[in-house]
């Protein structure tokens, strides 16, 4: 039998597969808080700049009639891919005000990573088939360079408003705003939203955002996230955590409860873009955004508005609880939870910010970009630290051998492998990954996740998964992807290098950082080991972003160690690393 949420879990309702997130968002009969009720969907973090629900809804209106005007995107004709606008932008108020005028016109948004540098962008640009960009002023020139490569012409680069605060006093050099769009959207004529037309179930196939993974292997890949996997997740998570805001009603007395969340994390990320923002809002919840990590600003940010919510990844989580001196000068009382997700959280860490601050409850969610995030989570009334909590309502999982043999006892370690509505449809044009990843069990189409997990019963008695290492090759740096293969290949560009494998060591503060293992090329013998391990490590921090640098170091090796096949025995080289770390 294979493993579903616990009993506590009410019973999840129909998932809406004929409408696209947008109508989702702001048509009240799909069970969305209604809108006046609601406090402003996004507030800016450092100027205090708002819209009401309402007033969002028609910036979204008219934002989408000016674009149809601008790239000449028709929203009854014509498929999402002829209708790809790329966002790379640091986080905004009107980030999805921009998602959904492009979801109303029936195309779909690219989320770039606000990190990638030049080459990075060019990449997904190109993969993604983007018609258009929308920037910040602090990464314009970024933008200009692989928009030019792309031939994306410079009047299909468009910015975001953004407090100056944070664009270091740089003047927009004559590019469309995204306001002077909303402005110029209101004297057009409307017309319906493209999904007006849909058939049933065609919200499952149609692409609302394609945002990238390395999956389980390769470069990364561009995931087609369709419109009723984001409704899907956005409905579960908001049911997993129904008991919560129920007791949260009955503790203060009121028919009506929101709250403010923190918008910290990118909300090009998966975890950003459905955890903190559409399941927030979909519950009439507020979320106050801020575009960078400052330590003191949100500290500030959290105090001035009273976040109850936060949402962090486990560096940021280390960073507070090694800076008590600090964070005490901050009134953060206002704060009843503190989640983090998209790398393991451990024991240890949890229980010193609970020292801290004894009344938050720390939770914790294990998702991914290919289940369009929660698979499952920790809730107040069930928490157990190291563990990611409970499935959600519509998934059913499976923990599976190396053999593919299925194991149904608890505490035997397997690779965990997912069903729920929320799993995407595949990735963009990689029949391989998609062959290899998604697979046919008896009860329907399964994710491997290239996790490896143990489902064991919580002190509360409840069904919890613990993920308890990586198969695939995946590493993960403060919460960011790192495709070895993406370094290896780089790398194999260096003149000294005739052979290279990169993997993730652990690492305190970012959780595991990359190291490559170098086969010299022959000529290179005679420089020294020292000048040409920071040669290569200036190799990749030239061309890649910061992220990505090679913090593990760099060690010569003799030989790859490769199967018969030629496949790298990553895993290999990684416990052989362990062992040593462990001396
Ligand atoms: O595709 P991705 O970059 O996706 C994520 C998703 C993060 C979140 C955040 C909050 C949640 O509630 C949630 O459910 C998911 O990062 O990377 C997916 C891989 O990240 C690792 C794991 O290897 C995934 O395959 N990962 C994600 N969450 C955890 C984790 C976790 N809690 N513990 C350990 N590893």
């Given at each position: 039998m294979p493993f579903t949420a616990p009993s506590w879990v009410p019973e999840l309702p129909p998932i809406p597969?004929?409408?696209?997130?947008?109508?989702?968002?702001?048509?009240?009969?799909?069970?969305?808080?209604?809108?006046?009720?609601?406090?402003?969907?996004?507030?800016?973090?450092?100027?205090?700049?708002?819209?009401?629900?309402?007033?969002?809804?028609?910036?979204?209106?008219?934002?989408?009639?000016?674009?149809?005007?601008?790239?000449?995107?028709?929203?009854?004709?014509?498929?999402?891919?002829?209708?790809?606008?790329?966002?790379?932008?640091?986080?905004?108020?009107?980030?999805?005000?921009?998602?959904?005028?492009?979801?109303?016109?029936?195309?779909?948004?690219?989320?770039?990573?606000?990190?990638?540098?030049?080459?990075?962008?060019?990449?997904?640009?190109?993969?993604?088939?983007?018609?258009?960009?929308?920037?910040?002023?602090?990464?314009?020139?970024?933008?200009?360079?692989?928009?030019?490569?792309?031939?994306?012409?410079?009047?299909?680069?468009?910015?975001?408003?953004?407090?100056?605060?944070?664009?270091?006093?740089?003047?927009?050099?004559?590019?469309?705003?995204?306001?002077?769009?909303?402005?110029?959207?209101?004297?057009?004529?409307?017309?319906?939203?493209?999904?007006?037309?849909?058939?049933?179930?065609?919200?499952?196939?149609?692409?609302?955002?394609?945002?990238?993974?390395?999956?389980?292997?390769?470069?990364?890949?561009?995931?087609?996230?369709?419109?009723?996997?984001?409704?899907?997740?956005?409905?579960?998570i908001c049911n997993h955590e129904s008991q919560d805001r129920a007791d949260m009603k009955k503790k203060l007395g009121v028919s009506e409860y929101t709250e403010y969340a923190l918008g910290l994390l990118p909300l090009s990320h998966i975890y950003g873009l459905v955890v903190v923002s559409h399941s927030r809002l979909y519950r009439g919840d507020g979320v106050i955004v801020l575009p960078k990590y400052d330590f003191k600003q949100l500290l500030q940010v959290i105090q001035d508005f009273k976040i109850v919510m936060l949402y962090l990844v486990p560096p940021m989580i280390i960073h507070l609880t090694k800076?008590?001196?600090?964070?005490?000068?901050?009134?953060?009382?206002?704060?009843?939870?503190?989640?983090?997700?998209?790398?393991?959280?451990?024991?240890?860490?949890?229980?010193?910010?609970?020292?801290?601050?004894?009344?938050?409850?720390?939770?914790?969610?294990?998702?991914?970009?290919?289940?369009?995030?929660?698979?499952?989570?920790?809730?107040?009334?069930?928490?157990?630290?190291?563990?990611?909590?409970?499935?959600?309502?519509?998934?059913?999982?499976?923990?599976?051998?190396?053999d593919g043999k299925e194991i149904t006892e608890y505490n035997v370690p397997g690779e965990l492998c997912v069903k729920s509505p929320s799993v995407v449809p595949g990735y963009l044009r990689n029949q391989k990954a998609n062959d290899e990843t998604f697979v046919q069990f008896d009860d329907g189409r399964y994710m491997k996740t290239g996790d490896e997990v143990i489902v064991a019963k919580s002190p509360q008695g409840y069904e919890h998964i613990t993920i308890t290492d990586r198969i695939k090759e995946l590493i993960k740096t403060k919460g960011h992807q790192v495709a070895p293969a993406e370094l290896e290949a780089h790398l194999l560009t260096h003149p000294a290098v005739n052979d290279v494998v990169v993997i993730g060591v652990p690492s305190e503060r970012e959780g595991e950082v990359p190291k490559a293992f170098v086969v010299k090329a022959p000529g290179s013998i005679e420089e020294s080991d020292a000048l040409l391990r920071r040669d290569i490590m200036k190799y990749v921090e030239k061309h890649k972003t910061d992220y990505k640098r090679l913090r593990g170091g760099v060690e010569f090796i003799d030989v790859v160690p490769k199967s018969p096949s030629g496949k790298i025995l990553r895993r290999l080289m990684r416990d052989k690393e362990r062992e040593k770390m462990k001396k």
């Open positions: 597969d004929s409408i696209s997130v947008e109508t989702f968002m702001f048509d009240e009969s799909y069970g969305r808080t209604a809108l006046s009720k609601s406090k402003a969907p996004f507030t800016d973090g450092a100027s205090g700049k708002t819209y009401s629900a309402l007033e969002v809804k028609k910036r979204v209106d008219h934002l989408s009639r000016a674009l149809s005007k601008e790239l000449g995107f028709k929203p009854d004709s014509g498929s999402e891919w002829d209708k790809v606008v790329a966002c790379f932008s640091l986080n905004t108020i009107d980030y999805l005000t921009l998602a959904w005028a492009v979801h109303r016109l029936g195309g779909l948004l690219t989320c770039v990573n606000a990190a990638y540098n030049a080459d990075e962008l060019e990449y997904q640009l190109k993969d993604s088939g983007a018609k258009a960009i929308f920037t910040c002023l602090p990464l314009l020139q970024t933008t200009m360079t692989a928009s030019k490569k792309v031939g994306i012409n410079k009047d299909k680069v468009f910015l975001m408003d953004m407090d100056k605060s944070f664009t270091g006093g740089a003047k927009n050099p004559g590019h469309k705003t995204l306001d002077e769009f909303v402005q110029a959207g209101a004297g057009l004529p409307s017309f319906e939203p493209a999904d007006k037309k849909w058939g049933p179930g065609e919200g499952t196939t149609r692409i609302a955002f394609l945002c990238y993974s390395s999956g389980t292997s390769g470069l990364p890949k561009g995931v087609m996230i369709a419109h009723s996997n984001v409704i899907a997740n956005t409905i579960q800076s008590r001196e600090i964070v005490k000068q901050y009134d953060l009382s206002s704060v009843r939870a503190c989640f983090t997700g998209a790398a393991p959280l451990g024991k240890e860490t949890a229980e010193d910010l609970l020292s801290i601050f004894p009344t938050w409850a720390v939770r914790q969610g294990y998702g991914l970009t290919e289940t369009c995030t929660v698979v499952c989570m920790t809730m107040t009334h069930d928490i157990w630290f190291g563990s990611s909590g409970s499935l959600l309502a519509g998934y059913t999982a499976r923990v599976i051998d190396p």
